[in-house]
């Protein structure tokens, strides 16, 4: 109170003014501590994006499959889609499959993010906040390259990796993720309605034990076929991790390749004039050298291929999961139709 008074004589401003404005910043404050007090806990599978502010908490057993714009973001489970957040927090059992948009990321060990991560100021998150900038706006304008400045100042074997050449592989890796993200999660959503469904019909008071017995057999054939597409959505799956692996040790071994060159060159030229036996020795050199990095491109071009080859296994896998769960959700409701005409 004396530092209010103090300040009303010397600035002239009205006592009860000042008064006025301390309360209204301490119940500012009062709201803003409250909301991040308040938590979003999110278990089990859920569809569909997630926008709030207050804070989100992914348990280690949830799946979301969509977009989460948050003040504050903690990952123990799974997101299949972009996250916008001012803080984002992936735990040692937390993986987003998606681009990252936040002021601040801490990725704890063993977590794990699929995707681009892009620094967003405050203002862009006010924005967000508001509605004046779409999600969907956000995503199409991530980074999706080095930015050019970063560019200038890198060495020549590091630009070459993000050049116009490694777009497409860049866009393969994308496209990849995506698909390989859609069969897991596809994989996650059969588990959970099965499991539902069969719970809730194999236990149902209303059918008679012959037809239980009949629809609790169907119900299990269903499963043990989900079962197999599972297993092969998990199958191309690691088969991706591999690819992107001998893609990944491809791309460094031609990085080291090119440093060693550069690192010759300037040895030569510190040199003074070759002597023909000299010059012999560094032509045959530098034939082995371009033969070898003519290899480590075709082993490139060949990875490409297997990841094409992968993402074209994990599309028509999504679908097959798809048409999988269609037909037995078919198969169910007409197993209830002639259940229920026994009655």
């Not at 959970?192 to 609790?216: C, D, G, M, P």
């Not at 094409?308 to 798809?322: G, H, P, T, V």
């Amino acid at each position: 109170m004396r530092l209010l008074s103090g300040l009303a004589d010397e600035f002239k401003w009205p006592l009860a003014s000042i008064k006025k404005q301390d309360q209204k910043l301490r119940k500012i404050a009062s709201s803003i501590l409250k909301r991040e007090n308040e938590w979003l806990e999110v278990q089990g599978y859920k569809l569909g994006d997630i926008q709030t502010e207050l804070t989100v908490n992914v348990t280690k057993e949830a799946a979301i499959a969509g977009n989460v714009l948050a003040p504050r973001v903690i990952v123990a489970g799974i997101i299949y889609g972009f996250v916008a957040s001012r803080e984002v927090v992936v735990e040692s059992t937390g993986q987003i499959w998606g681009d990252v948009h936040s002021v601040a990321l801490e990725i704890a060990p063993g977590g794990k993010l699929h995707g681009w991560m892009s620094t967003l100021d405050e203002g862009t998150v006010d924005l967000l906040r508001s509605g004046e900038l779409s999600t969907v706006d956000l995503d199409e304008t991530g980074q999706r390259t080095i930015p050019q400045e970063i560019l200038d100042i890198l060495p020549g074997d590091v630009v070459s990796l993000d050049g116009r050449e490694a777009e497409p592989r860049l866009l393969i890796w994308r496209q990849l993720r995506a698909e390989a993200a859609m069969a897991l999660l596809a994989r996650s959503e059969i588990e959970a309605t099965f499991e539902r469904r069969l719970s809730e019909l194999v236990n149902s008071t209303s059918i008679n034990s012959a037809s239980e017995k009949e629809l609790e057999s169907e119900l299990i054939r269903m499963r043990k076929l989900s079962r197999t597409a599972i297993e092969q959505a998990t199958d191309y799956h690691n088969r991706y991790l591999m690819a992107q692996k001998s893609l990944e040790e491809a791309q460094k071994a031609l990085a080291e390749q090119q440093k060693a060159s550069m690192e010759t060159e300037l040895a030569s030229a510190g040199k003074h004039k070759l002597g023909k036996s000299d010059l012999a020795g560094r032509l045959g050199s530098d034939l082995n050298r371009d033969e070898q990095m003519a290899s480590l491109r075709m082993a490139l071009v060949e990875q490409e291929i297997e990841l094409k080859k992968a993402r074209d296994n994990a599309l028509l896998l999504a679908n097959q999961l798809k048409e999988t769960r269609r037909l037995a959700t078919n198969r169910i409701r007409k197993l209830e139709t002639e259940l229920g005409k026994r009655k």
